[in-house]
C-alpha cells in the first residue's frame, strides 16, 4: 500500500514540473496560443501577411573607413588648349663665354692694295700751269707716280692722303693740288725777301680707278718761287689709306 502510494506521488509531481515547463516555454514564445494545463493542443491554420510597415528614418552617416591604397595612375588625357602668352621674364645672368670658332679662311693679302710714292724736285719750276716733274724719288716701288708727266694714277680704289712741302725763295708761291683737271687745294706763300719760306698743304681724297692727282702752279709766272736745290728740298707724296673692296678691283 506504501509503495503504491509513493509512485502516485511521484507521477503528480512530474506531471506538475511538465506543467510548468510548458507555461514557462508559452511565455517565451509569444506567437504560440496560450496551452491549457493538461489539454490537448493543435496549431491553428497560418495568418494572412500583414501590411508593409512605413519607412522608417535615415540613420546616421557612418564614420570615415581607413584610407585605401594608392591606385594605379590613369590614361593621359587630351592636350588643352595653349594659354594666353604670359610677360617677358626677367633678364637671367650672363653667360659664361663660349667656346672659339672655327678659323676662317685665308683673307686677300694686304701687298696687293699697297700703292704710294714719294718724290722731290732737283731745280727750280721751269713753267706755271703744268703739272710739276718730280724726279728726284725717294719711293715708287708700285710706279704709280709717274715721272715723265709728274702725275699719281689710281690703280686701286679708295681713299688717299697727299701732302706737299715746298721751299719758297725769290718769288711768291701759288700752288694747287688737282684732281681729273680740278684744283682741289690752293696753298699760297708771300715771299719775304733775303729769306727762305716754306709752304705745305695736304688732303684726303677718294679716288677711282683711273683717277690722276698733281701739284702744278696756280697764277702766272710772278707766282712761281718753288725752289730746290742740293740743300733745300721740295717734296710730294701720297699713298693708299684704305681701299675700296667692293669696287671689285
Request: charged share 20%; net charge negative.
Amino acid at each position: 500500500m506504501k509503495r503504491g502510494s509513493s509512485l502516485l506521488f511521484c507521477s503528480l509531481v512530474l506531471l506538475l514540473k511538465l506543467c510548468c515547463y510548458l507555461e514557462v516555454v508559452a511565455e517565451e514564445d509569444p506567437q504560440q496560443p496560450p496551452r491549457g494545463v493538461c489539454a490537448n493542443w493543435m496549431s491553428g491554420a497560418p495568418g494572412y501577411p500583414g501590411h508593409h510597415g512605413t519607412p522608417g528614418r535615415d540613420g546616421r552617416d557612418g564614420k570615415d573607413g581607413e584610407k585605401g591604397e594608392k591606385g594605379d595612375q590613369g590614361v593621359p588625357g587630351l592636350k588643352g588648349d595653349s594659354g594666353i602668352l604670359g610677360s617677358a621674364g626677367v633678364a637671367g645672368p650672363q653667360g659664361a663665354p663660349g667656346s672659339p670658332g672655327l678659323k676662317g679662311e685665308k683673307g686677300e693679302t694686304a701687298s696687293r692694295y699697297q700703292s704710294a710714292f714719294s718724290v722731290g724736285l732737283t731745280a727750280r719750276v721751269p713753267y706755271a700751269n703744268l703739272p710739276i716733274r718730280f724726279t728726284k724719288i725717294f719711293y715708287n716701288e708700285q710706279n704709280h707716280y709717274d715721272v715723265t708727266t709728274g702725275k699719281f694714277r689710281c690703280i686701286f680704289p679708295g681713299v688717299y692722303y697727299f701732302a706737299y712741302h715746298l721751299t719758297v725763295y725769290v718769288a711768291d708761291v701759288k700752288v694747287s693740288l688737282f684732281k681729273k683737271d680740278t684744283a682741289v687745294i690752293i696753298t699760297y706763300d708771300k715771299y719775304q725777301k733775303d729769306d727762305v719760306d716754306q709752304a705745305s698743304g695736304s688732303v684726303l681724297l677718294r679716288l677711282e680707278y683711273g683717277d690722276e692727282v698733281w701739284l702744278q702752279v696756280y697764277g702766272d709766272e710772278t707766282d712761281n718761287g718753288i725752289y730746290a736745290d742740293n740743300v733745300n728740298d721740295s717734296t710730294f707724296m701720297g699713298f693708299l689709306l684704305y681701299p675700296n673692296l667692293d669696287n671689285g678691283q
